[in-house]
């Protein structure tokens, strides 16, 4: 029977053919298929040689003129891949695509590899280069858009331009100086530096229990249901891999922080990507791709307020989300990072809502709200069994941030809060700063409600440029960097994410490079660089 599906599946990818018909043939075989789930949760990774290899005398296989391993490729098209949304149109697109060399790992014992079924040369032959080909999971992951905006940032620095970076949200305030007083305190005692607890010094577990009761009215068991990580980053990364089997199905937002998508990715999940330009068309989204996701999606990503977009939820949808993930089984991942940067009303969390800690977990992070980016605090907090998965991960891999960096940050929840509404009054100032000067320039941005991030649509007078090529005419043309949106996501590409991490002096310079930038793009031609006077 297993054999039998397995060629259907290089059949339908074999002919003419597209996702839709590959979905409609999964739907027919549901049994198979959780049999197929279950079997990889057991072997931990489903590469090519942990399947049966069926046999290529069969009659199917012989009229298809398909390889083993081109069948096998198909079958980790159909359940491994993120690009697997892609239509595969003929047998030959499958071996282009998937079988360069790169996914036949010798990683097996010679005990593995010689029980396994005899390979066709031209598979041994791509087992032969695997050495000089990239790794599986490196594969997983696209040139990250980002790093072409920061290499040619930094030469165009090391050449002497001043780039406005209005790019990376890596906060430019220095942490409140009781909290730096707390860290060199703590640092100087002779006993604080050693290995630290993974999940966190009871202390500060304590005070994110108490932040959680005084900022949301929400009781949580600090031994239970909080862990603190090395930033929300780690946090979410690691929950990922915690709770994600290869072949599930994740639901993310698009555009989105890139770890949303791409943290589920290295752990072996497709992604559904569902379109987000608001938060409810998000849900709505969410809605409809439960109907037609095969295997049915085993959790969803919230971000809110969002990065990139800046779009902000209440209570209410969460509410709604709750109410749907109960619905249909999937645990929520949601990202609260910055939760104390809102210019409105006080954004709310999902844990707010009853019942939620059944399905969710809330990942916060110290790098915003007390501007400790490179302190690397941060804490999930939510459903037991979640927070369980996470420690136990953490436990083979961390021994938990550096002591006095968690004394300190007890001091910073603990201690207090002006500091916060300080840094809140800055981000809004300033982006009251750049929504004016920005449109006085000609570059209408709205103004966001929360976040650290405006999310601006590429001017009209750049036509039908997209993200990556305006971020680095920016640049060259106004010493101007941004963030590309099409690094958050394919519906991200016609827009670009502008940081609040320079002064309002800084800003209003940045608006006056643009400004002279769109006016000779306006005029037809192509904006010079900016010339230097003097120092």
């Known amino acids: 029977m297993r054999a039998a599906i397995f060629v259907t599946i290089a059949a339908l990818a074999g002919c003419s053919s597209s996702l839709d018909r590959v979905r409609d043939m999964r739907a027919q075989a549901p049994d198979w298929y959780e049999a197929r789930k279950t079997e990889f949760r057991g072997v931990g990774y489903p590469s090519i040689f942990s399947v049966p290899v069926p046999s290529t005398s069969n009659d199917t296989l012989r009229k298809l003129e398909l390889s083993e391993a081109e069948t096998l490729a198909a079958l980790e098209l159909f359940n491994n891949d993120p690009r697997a949304e892609l239509p595969i149109e003929s047998a030959d697109e499958i071996k282009a695509r998937f079988l360069d060399g790169r996914r036949c790992g010798s990683v097996h014992s010679p005990l593995q590899r010689a029980a396994r079924p005899p390979l066709d040369p031209e598979f041994q032959s791509m087992e032969i280069r695997t050495m000089s080909g990239e790794f599986h999971k490196i594969r997983r992951l696209p040139p990250y858009v980002f790093e072409q905006v920061n290499r040619r940032k930094a030469e165009l620095r090391a050449g002497g331009a001043d780039i406005i970076d209005l790019g990376m949200g890596n906060p430019d305030m220095p942490a409140p100086p009781h909290v730096i007083a707390?860290?060199?305190?703590?640092?100087?005692?002779?006993?604080?530096?050693?290995?630290?607890?993974?999940?966190?010094?009871?202390?500060?577990?304590?005070?994110?229990?108490?932040?959680?009761?005084?900022?949301?009215?929400?009781?949580?068991?600090?031994?239970?249901?909080?862990?603190?990580?090395?930033?929300?980053?780690?946090?979410?990364?690691?929950?990922?891999?915690?709770?994600?089997?290869?072949?599930?199905?994740?639901?993310?937002?698009?555009?989105?922080?890139?770890?949303?998508?791409?943290?589920?990715?290295?752990?072996?999940?497709?992604?559904?990507?569902?379109?987000?330009?608001?938060?409810?068309?998000?849900?709505?989204?969410?809605?409809?791709?439960?109907?037609?996701?095969?295997?049915?999606?085993?959790?969803?990503?919230?971000?809110?307020?969002?990065?990139?977009?800046?779009?902000?939820?209440?209570?209410?949808?969460?509410?709604?989300?709750?109410?749907?993930?109960?619905?249909?089984?999937?645990?929520?991942?949601?990202?609260?990072?910055?939760?104390?940067?809102?210019?409105?009303?006080?954004?709310?969390?999902?844990?707010?809502?009853?019942?939620?800690?059944?399905?969710?977990?809330?990942?916060?992070?110290?790098?915003?709200?007390?501007?400790?980016?490179?302190?690397?605090?941060?804490?999930?907090?939510?459903?037991?069994?979640?927070?369980?998965?996470?420690?136990?991960?953490?436990?083979?891999?961390?021994?938990?941030?550096?002591?006095?960096?968690?004394?300190?940050?007890?001091?910073?929840?603990?201690?207090?809060?002006?500091?916060?509404?300080?840094?809140?009054?800055?981000?809004?100032?300033?982006?009251?700063?750049?929504?004016?000067?920005?449109?006085?320039?000609?570059?209408?941005?709205?103004?966001?409600?929360?976040?650290?991030?405006?999310?601006?649509?590429?001017?009209?007078?750049c036509g039908d440029m997209r993200s990556l090529e305006f971020a680095l005419k920016l640049m060259n043309e106004a010493e101007v960097a941004v963030a590309p949106g099409a690094g958050f996501g394919e519906h991200g590409d016609r827009h670009v994410r502008i940081a609040l991490v320079e002064n309002e002096q800084r800003i209003r310079q940045a608006a006056r490079n643009i400004k002279r930038f769109l006016a000779k793009l306006e005029e037809g031609g192509q904006s010079e660089p900016l010339q230097r006077t003097g120092s």
């Open 182 to 461: 707390k860290l060199a305190e703590t640092a100087a005692k002779p006993n604080v530096h050693g290995y630290s607890a993974s999940r966190g010094i009871p202390g500060l577990r304590r005070a994110l229990v108490d932040y959680y009761d005084r900022r949301f009215d929400v009781k949580l068991d600090k031994n239970r249901e909080v862990i603190v990580t090395l930033g929300s980053k780690e946090g979410f990364a690691n929950l990922a891999q915690a709770i994600t089997a290869p072949g599930d199905v994740i639901l993310a937002p698009d555009p989105s922080y890139p770890l949303h998508h791409f943290g589920f990715i290295m752990a072996g999940a497709s992604i559904r990507a569902i379109p987000a330009p608001t938060p409810e068309a998000y849900l709505s989204g969410i809605s409809k791709a439960i109907r037609y996701s095969v295997p049915p999606p085993t959790a969803m990503v919230l971000c809110y307020p969002s990065n990139p977009t800046a779009d902000v939820c209440d209570l209410e949808f969460y509410k709604d989300a709750v109410a749907l993930a109960k619905k249909h089984d999937l645990y929520i991942l949601s990202d609260l990072a910055y939760n104390e940067i809102y210019f409105e009303e006080p954004t709310p969390s999902i844990l707010q809502v009853d019942g939620a800690k059944d399905i969710a977990v809330e990942t916060t992070t110290m790098s915003k709200t007390y501007s400790m980016a490179g302190w690397r605090i941060g804490f999930a907090a939510g459903n037991e069994r979640l927070i369980g998965a996470l420690g136990r991960v953490k436990s083979y891999l961390d021994y938990g941030a550096f002591t006095p960096i968690q004394v300190a940050a007890c001091a910073a929840l603990d201690g207090p809060q002006d500091c916060v509404d300080e840094f809140r009054a800055t981000y809004k100032s300033r982006r009251d700063v750049l929504i004016e000067s920005f449109g006085r320039a000609g570059w209408d941005v709205p103004s966001p409600a929360a976040s650290m991030f405006a999310w601006a649509e590429i001017p009209p007078q």
